[in-house]
């Protein structure tokens, strides 16, 4: 048996492909809003600009990137052949920028008040994967 094998029957967990040059520009320290203007498909980048904004007040702003990294990470999830549910493991790392800019998401939702987009996206952050809900929250 496999270590990640599903026993529901469900579908096989989603594992985005190796994306190394804004993460690579990010571990360098280049600043998140240069490496979204340069790779402006990076959840990574989006979720780095969406937690920056959040730290310093900007709860819209934090919205506003998060969604950006949320959106781009659906349309690498589906090219990656993500069919709308399903394991988006933490412990593979290219996964790693589209769950934090859902738990971006959810935070900068909850803390204007958007109730039912707070619910949706925390509970579509656990079903995806639980260490990432558990590692964020």
């Given amino acids: 048996m496999a270590i990640h ?23 360098a320290g280049a600043a998140p809003a240069d490496v979204a203007a340069k790779y402006p498909t ?19 702003e934090s919205y506003a ?9 659906l349309d690498s999830l589906r090219r990656a052949g993500w ?3 399903g394991p988006v493991p933490w412990e593979h790392e290219p996964n790693r920028g589209f769950l934090r800019a ?12 958007e109730q039912e987009e707070y619910e949706r996206c ?8 639980p260490t990432a809900a558990q590692t964020l929250g």
């Fill in 102 to 113: 859902l738990h971006a998401l959810a935070r900068a939702a909850g803390a204007i008040g």
């Fill in 5 to 27: 094998e599903n026993l529901l029957g469900g579908p096989p967990p989603t594992h985005l492909p190796e994306d190394p040059g804004p993460r690579d520009m990010l571990a």
């Fill in 83 to 85: 069919k709308g549910h």
């Fill in 122 to 129: 925390t509970e579509f952050l656990r079903d995806s994967s």
């Fill in 65 to 73: 990137y998060a969604r950006t990294g949320y959106h781009r990470g």
């Fill in 42 to 60: 990076s959840s990574l980048a989006w979720a780095q600009l969406a937690d920056a904004a959040f730290e310093n007040g900007g709860v819209v």
